[in-house]
Nanobody, 127 residues
Framework: QVQLVESGGGLVQAGDSLRLSCAAS????????MGWFRQAPGKEREIVAT????????YYVDSVNFRFVVSRDNAKNVASLQMNSLKPEDTAVYYC????????????????????WGQGTQVTVSS
């Protein structure tokens, strides 16, 4: 069983940066694909980014591509999401999630594939 705890959210202005962290415990972090999702009020949850177990393969939703960077440190059991050039439309609750996988290079874009979820951290971007 993997426990995930997000941190780093907050209130920022448009154009600012934030770095979200996801600390994992209770399981084998390196055995899991890691994903970042977000849900804005009145909207469905959407994938933001996902990173393979190796860290060498990643996917970004178009709206954050070239602004956000996902990374992981398997030695420290931490996944991170560096968010740059934030926009008001990035306002949402951000969740990290873990998808145990036997494939070192696989990524996963579907929320239904993820077995473990953090409690979420609020990101608010003012204009």
């Amino acid at each position: 069983q993997v426990q995930l705890v997000e941190s780093g959210g907050g209130l920022v202005q448009a154009g600012d940066s934030l770095r979200l962290s996801c600390a994992a415990s209770g399981g084998t972090f390196s055995n899991s694909i890691m994903g970042w999702f977000r849900q804005a009020p009145g909207k469905e949850r959407e994938i933001v980014a996902t990173i393979s177990r190796s860290g060498g393969r990643a996917y970004y939703v178009d709206s954050v591509n070239f602004r956000f960077v996902v990374s992981r440190d398997n030695a420290k059991n931490v996944a991170s999401l560096q968010m740059n050039s934030l926009k008001p439309e990035d306002t949402a609750v951000y969740y990290c999630a873990a998808d145990p996988s036997s494939n070192w290079f696989a990524i996963s874009r579907a929320g239904a594939d993820y077995d473990y979820w953090g409690q979420g951290t609020q990101v608010t971007v003012s204009s």
